[in-house]
C-alpha cells in the first residue's frame, strides 16, 4: 500500500496518535486532520478540544505528518445533537457515539477526506476489517476489553472499503507503550470519557438547558406513589442512584430501581431488588436496523448480542425480521433492556449489525440475573 494516501482522524488522544505513526511507518503517504464537532460550551471547563488540538499538532509534528482542522459542528448539531435531544424527549436513552461514528466520523470525514484525494480514512478504534467472499467484516479487536465494534455497527460495505483501523490486532498496553518508546506526547494522556458537550457537568444541569422539566410522579409497578420525579428524561431503565426514595420499605433494604416510564401519564416505575422480574427481558424489538453484509442474518440460528457496551456476548436467535425491525429472544432473560440504546449482533467475531431497541418483552422466566450484569455494574448515576 506504499504511496497510497490516509487521513487519519486525530483527536489528540494516544489512540489516534499512534494509528497515525504505524500508517506512516507501514509506507503510507499520512496526514492528520482534527475534527471540531461542538461550539456550544468551547470552554476548557466543560470541552477540552483547544487542548486535545494541541496535542494533535504536537503529535503530527513529530511524526512528521501534516495536519488540517475541520468544523463539523453544524453536521454534528443537525445529524446527532438534534436526534439526542428528540430521543430523550421521548422517553428514550439514545447513544449518540454510535450516531456520531455513523453521521460524522465515516460519513462527513470521509465525504472531506476523499474530496481532498485520499484513498482511505483511519481511526484510533479498537476494531478490525477482513475482506472474505467478496465482502468487507467488521471484527472484534483483539483486545477484547478496548473492543469498539459496537459502536460501529452502522458502517456499510462502502464505508468499510475505505476504511483502516491500524490498532485493530494491538492491546491498549502495547499502544502506549509505542507511543512512548517513540518519545509522543499523547503516551500517558488520560483516555476521554463520555462525550464532549456533557463534559464533567451533572447531566440534569445540561439537559435541563435545552428540553424543559416535566416533574411527575414516581411509583411502584402495583401504582402505589413513592414520590416525585423530575422529569422521565432524566432516568434510564436500570438506574439505581438519583431516585430521591432511599432503599428501604417496611424493612427491606433492597435498593430501587428504574423499571419503566409511563409516558402517557409521566409517571416512572420503580421496582425493589437488582433480580426483579420487571427488570428482566426474554425478548427485545429493534428498528432502524442496519446490517453490515448488506442483507439481515438468518432467522432462528444462534448468535451473539450485546445490548449495551462492554457486556458478554448474550446467545440469541432472530425470531422475526423484516426491513424494518427484528425481534430477538434470549437464551436467558437480559437485565435493563433499555429503549433507545442498541442492540449489536455478532456471529463468533463478526459484528453482523444491528438496531435501536425498540422495547423488551418481560420474560416469562425472570428473576435470575443476567451473569452480564452482576451487582454493582448497573447503569451509573447520571
Avoid at 459542528?73 to 439514545?94: C, H, I, K, W
Avoid at 427485545?284 to 438468518?298: D, K, M, Q, R
Avoid at 437485565?335 to 456471529?347: A, F, I, M, N, R
Wanted: proline letters at 5%; charged letters at 25%; glycine letters at 10%.
Amino acid at each position: 500500500m506504499a504511496g497510497k494516501r490516509v487521513i487519519v482522524g486525530m483527536s489528540g488522544g494516544v489512540d489516534s496518535s499512534v494509528a497515525a505513526l504505524l500508517l506512516k511507518q507501514q509506507g503510507y503517504d499520512v496526514s492528520g486532520l482534527f475534527m471540531k464537532n461542538w461550539e456550544d460550551d468551547d470552554t476548557d471547563e466543560y470541552c477540552s478540544a483547544r487542548e486535545d488540538l494541541v496535542d494533535a499538532v504536537a503529535v503530527a509534528d513529530r511524526i512528521g505528518i501534516e495536519i488540517d482542522v475541520v468544523n463539523f459542528s453544524s453536521q454534528y448539531r443537525e445529524r446527532v445533537f438534534n436526534d439526542f435531544l428528540r430521543e430523550y424527549q421521548a422517553g428514550r436513552t439514545p447513544n449518540p457515539d454510535v450516531l456520531c461514528n455513523a453521521e460524522i466520523k465515516f460519513k462527513s470525514f470521509l465525504d472531506h477526506a476523499l474530496s481532498l484525494g485520499a484513498d482511505y480514512i483511519a481511526t484510533g478504534h479498537y476494531a478490525q476489517i477482513r475482506r472474505a467472499s467478496g465482502a468487507h467484516q467488521l471484527l472484534k479487536a483483539e483486545d477484547g476489553t478496548k473492543d469498539q465494534s459496537y459502536f460501529l455497527y452502522r458502517l456499510t460495505q462502502d464505508q468499510l472499503a475505505r476504511t483502516l483501523f491500524p490498532l485493530g490486532r494491538l492491546y491498549k498496553r502495547d499502544v502506549r507503550e509505542i507511543a512512548r518508546r517513540e518519545g509522543l506526547p499523547t503516551h500517558d494522556k488520560k483516555d476521554s470519557t463520555g462525550i464532549c458537550f456533557i463534559g464533567e457537568r451533572p447531566f440534569r444541569e445540561f439537559l435541563s438547558r435545552y428540553l424543559p422539566d416535566n416533574p411527575g410522579e414516581m411509583c411502584e409497578a402495583e401504582g402505589r406513589v413513592l414520590g416525585r420525579h423530575q422529569g422521565l428524561m432524566f432516568y434510564t431503565i436500570g438506574q439505581r442512584q438519583g431516585l430521591g426514595i432511599g432503599g428501604r420499605r417496611e424493612g427491606d433494604g433492597e435498593p430501587w430501581y428504574v423499571a419503566a416510564k409511563d409516558l402517557q401519564r409521566n409517571r416512572l416505575v420503580v421496582v425493589q431488588g437488582h433480580d426483579h422480574p420487571a427488570l428482566f427481558s426474554g425478548r427485545l424489538v429493534a428498528s432502524e436496523l442496519n446490517w453490515i453484509s448488506g442483507s439481515a442474518p438468518h432467522c432462528h440460528w444462534v448468535y451473539g448480542a450485546k445490548i449495551r457496551y462492554r457486556q458478554k456476548d448474550a446467545p440469541c436467535t432472530i425470531a422475526e425480521v423484516s426491513a424494518e425491525r427484528c425481534t430477538i429472544e434470549f437464551a436467558e432473560p437480559q437485565w435493563s433492556v433499555t429503549p433507545g440504546q442498541s442492540v449489536v449482533l455478532y456471529e463468533s467475531q463478526v459484528c453482523l449489525g444491528g438496531g435501536i431497541i425498540e422495547y423488551g418483552e418481560p420474560a416469562e422466566d425472570a428473576g435470575r440475573r443476567d451473569a452480564s450484569c452482576p451487582p454493582g455494574t448497573e447503569p451509573p448515576e447520571r
